[in-house]
Nanobody
Framework: QVQLVESGGGLVHPGGSLTLSCAASGFHFGSYIMRWWRKAPGKARELVAG????????NYASSVEGRFTISRNNAKNTLYLHMTALKPEDTAVYYC???????WGRGTQVTVSS
């Protein structure tokens, strides 16, 4: 049974940092491209970042480039998103996704507010 479970969300002040995790199980994590998406109220779902199966390549939305870092530990079957210099507009539910199989987690809420 495939599972993607996000964690690490919460309330953070503008300018703060947060690291999200996505624990994967039920499939060979190290064989799959992984992505982070986010969905803010009233806005379309946005692709935040992606990483190749071996972590050799990454890509980012222009809105987070230079502030967010996607990484993975294939030995621990875990995907990460390290977020810095957070802004109120980063407030959203963040989801991890395995696009080749369209597998999704349930999301974790990130709220950036003073």
């Amino acid at each position: 049974q495939v599972q993607l479970v996000e964690s690490g969300g919460g309330l953070v002040h503008p300018g703060g940092s947060l690291t999200l995790s996505c624990a994967a199980s039920g499939f060979h994590f190290g064989s799959y491209i992984m992505r982070w998406w986010r969905k803010a109220p009233g806005k379309a779902r946005e692709l935040v970042a992606g990483i190749s199966s071996t972590a050799a390549s990454t890509n980012y939305a222009s809105s987070v480039e230079g502030r967010f870092t996607i990484s993975r530990n294939n030995a621990k079957n875990t995907l990460y998103l390290h977020m810095t210099a957070l802004k109120p507009e980063d407030t959203a539910v963040y989801y991890c996704n395995a696009p080749q199989k369209n597998w999704w987690g349930r999301g974790t809420q990130v709220t950036v507010s003073s």
